[in-house]
């Protein structure tokens, strides 16, 4: 291989000299070699890192481990005492180096190419050791010139290692901060007319002036003299390259990502792309500021027509209903409960933007993605269930008696954070849009958004304690607010039993027999203190307490309940049709295959899906125009957390499920159908 190198550079040398300009060039060195050690002496058994400098003369450059479209790396064979044995050369990242139409990845000035040289362990101290290195270069400005040179380096075996050059400590420091380190953040790309590239690095949207730049490791794959393209946004990092020649069917791309911030030190970065969902370069969704608070406005003024929310609005209507005739008082309670909205809106936005800046892959939902939480929600709704029942009161908080005479301003506020809670699973029409555009903005813009959502939310509500015309619509108070409490109990109890559903696919079997045996502890705890608060007995309250304990135990108890759950069978069940779980793999096979394919994200605790599922694709209508068209049906499901549905949901600037896509044969894109569904709806996408 030496000897062919030397030839490929003899080569070079000869066309070189053949040129006009090659005539003025002189016979002088263009590069100046020699090796440094970074200590004097060794020890036996240590590890000593070796320095090739290249002094290199101004105007010319040597070459990185990929030279690029033309070049030749450096290479150096060594000559080492018995035992001894030398590592690979660690690169510096590279600059861009543009010749003519061609562009080379290398290194001008006075780079320091690091070997690290092992000493064996039975090396005997107080000998000497002379390190002996045949190093081959290209060097080139206009032409190019193949230069050699043997290099010779004396260490002395020490029963220590030696302590080394302060100066030469500096400058070593200095040459490993130049070396790339291993990505912290995935990265995928897709191919199509263009290499598109994708750092899940939510941290770099807040970079000032960010610049970047790939280098591939294998020269073809990347047309090196074509300009790359970025963009930063929370989601991450962007970059939009043109493919080489040899880029067809690339299955993994590696390389090195180089990182410069105003203000910070540039960063080098050895990345291992994976094919996957890469976001729409240049995308913000289609909508602009303005329209995005609109669309959050009237996405939360929908929200409220959600079934889970609905009884908790009907509990407060009770309160409101009881304030006929004292405006001033419905006024308030109104404004209570949508400052408890609001504010629970945009924590819970809040905490998406704070999770996807520390890097988590979240959305809209994420909450529920956790079992515990689940768990915890249907707690609570059970509780709420049985207070609406008579089981026990809450005086002060709008519950039983309290909820239809006196409500109260604090009852009216967490009222509202309620609503919010049990609206967190669903989805409304112009949600998507608007959250979607809030997750790929800074925070404010993001929190702003968030905040118009719970507005639209609060907005009904609120607009019936400020309306006198509108309070004289409610029915006048009387008995039957009784009854019609004790009513609302039941779609809270049927709540609390879809979610202990949503819990069975996320935990093992003993995960949901611990939460029914924490809600019989439950339901006895506050039995206890309802029946406390009728007997007037508070020393009864340390069973309550002992009760209350156990029921906490039993939840913390959920935590190490978490495994693998059946939501993609119980999917492809209300579906009726047959499926496959979703992976980037195998959707690309199914389109390679030319075949259409209509993917499914959508979550056992995401109340629209399972109404799209039940109206529209379970649908004799459906299944025909499935089978007719062979379509494969595949099952993105984000009930558990999973990389790949929160990388397909991000490329389609979608914050949480539901996602429809319809890949027709052959085309170069999704169709994305509507967040509600229709069988017509379905039908008319399959046509394209």
Known sequence: MH???????????????????????????????????????????????????????????????????????????????????AGPIAWPYPKELPVGPLMDYGYEGRPWLLVDITVPKDAK???????????????CEEICVPENATLTLPLTVGAAPGKPDPRLAERFAAARALLPVASPWPVRFRLGQSLDLFVAAPRLGNAQALEAHFFPF??????????????????????????????????????????????????????SATPGPV????????????????????????????PCVLPILAMKALAIASKSGRTHEAAGESLAYGAGAVLSFALLGGTVVALRVAGQAVGWGFQLQQPVTVAAFALLLFAVGLNLSGVFEVPGLGAGEALARRGGHIGAFFTGVLAVTVAAPCTAPFMAAALGFALTQPVLVALLVFVALGIGFAAPFVAIGFSPALLRLLPKPGAWMSVFKQVLAFPMYATALWLAWVLSFQTVAGGLIILLGTALL????????????????????????????????ALIALVPMVGIGGSVRAHAEAAAMPSQSYSEARLQSLRGQKRGVFVDATAAWCVTCLVNEKVALDNSRVHSAFADRKIAFLIADWTNRDPEVTALLQAHARSGVPLYLYYAPGAADAVVLPQILTADTVIGALAH
Request: charged share 10%; aromatic share 8%; with cysteine.
């Open 3 to 85: 000897q062919l190198r030397q030839l490929t550079f003899a080569i070079l040398f000869a066309c070189g000299a053949l040129t006009p300009a090659a005539a003025q060039i002189d016979s002088a060195p263009k590069v100046h070699a020699r090796l440094i050690a970074e200590e004097s002496a060794v020890a036996p058994g240590q590890t000593v890192t070796v320095a090739l400098e290249q002094d290199i003369r101004p105007g010319w450059h040597t070459y990185w481990r990929n030279p690029g479209e033309a070049g030749e790396p450096t290479e150096i064979v060594w000559t080492l005492p018995a035992g001894w044995h």
């Open 125 to 139: 101290p107080g000998s000497a050791a002379t390190l002996r290195a045949a190093v081959d270069w290209l060097v």
């Open 218 to 271: 294998t020269e073809g794959f990347v047309k090196g003299i074509a300009p790359q393209h970025w963009q930063i946004s929370p989601q991450g990092l962007s970059l939009q390259i043109a493919p080489g020649k040899h880029s067809s069917g690339l299955r993994a791309l590696n390389g090195v990502l180089v990182l410069k911030s105003a203000g910070a030190p540039t960063q080098a970065l050895t990345i």
């Open 279 to 306: 976001p729409d370069f240049n995308s913000d969704n289609g909508i602009s500021l303005p329209l995005a608070v609109l669309f959050a406005f009237l996405g939360g003024v929908i929200l409220n027509l959600m």
């Open 522 to 553: 439950l339901a006895f705890a506050l039995w206890l203190i309802g029946t406390i608060q009728q007997s007037g007995r508070p020393a009864w309250g340390w069973l309550t307490w002992a009760v209350t304990a156990a029921t906490i135990a």
